[in-house]
């Protein structure tokens, strides 16, 4: 039996990122950090020896040229990819586009901090924390983890929060402990699986 391998990539630093501004679904490239970023991550892969059979990205550009960038690396630029809007970042609603900083002196800081802080209270417009699992998950248990569980070696590039949907059911997280967990840009987290979908290990390419 092939090791049941899952990869999770976090894009690299994306334009709004470096602008301190909500991104959302808005569709902003990476920065030339992010694009360091991605490549290192590819390097970090390459290094542990690792090799896939497929792989999944939102349908936002920052998630797709961060997995490019890895595979270019890997030299799998050939492999099967497939995009999905599931896998999309949480959507900020009437906060995208805003900085950061310009929403707290509209709202108010308390506000904004239940809005990006809160596991489900939506910013207006948009999604809560809670919202983006709900697409986020099912596609994963539908379509991602049986792959893992026949032996499919996996990589999967997306956000920050769209993520945190996988590594909360892959972790046990509770709601509390999913809102805590904070992802860096341009950082694998490997897993691989036990046979009934848990962890058997770890191993987070952070430094």
């Known amino acids: 039996m092939s090791e049941r391998l899952l990869v999770l ?3 690299g630093q994306s334009e709004w990122n470096l602008k301190n501004l909500f991104t959302g679904w808005k569709d902003p490239d990476l920065t030339e950090l992010g694009v360091k970023e991605a490549t290192e991550a590819g390097r970090k892969l390459k ?16 998630a797709q040229h961060t997995l490019d960038l890895i595979l270019g690396e890997l030299g799998q630029k050939g492999l099967p990819i497939s995009k999905n809007l599931a896998l999309n970042e949480r959507d900020y609603g009437d906060l995208s586009g805003l900085n950061k900083d310009d929403a707290r002196k509209k709202w108010g800081e308390e506000q904004v ?6 596991y489900d209270v939506p910013p207006p417009g948009g999604e809560s924390l809670k919202d983006t699992l709900a697409r986020a998950l099912p596609y994963y248990v539908q379509e991602i983890l049986p792959g893992v569980l026949n032996g499919k070696r996996t990589l999967v590039a997306a956000h ?4 945190r949907a996988l590594i909360m059911v892959l972790e046990k997280l509770s709601p509390e402990g999913i809102l805590k967990r904070e992802l860096a840009t341009g950082v694998p987290i490997i897993y691989r699986l036990n046979a009934d979908s848990t962890v058997a290990s770890k191993l987070d390419l952070a430094g």
Do not use: E, P
């Open 47 to 62: 290094a542990q020896g690792l090799v896939f059979d497929v792989a999944y990205t939102s349908v936002l550009t920052r």
């Open 113 to 118: 901090l239940i809005w990006r802080r809160s």
């Open 9 to 11: 990539v976090r894009h």
């Open 160 to 163: 920050g929060n769209s993520l």
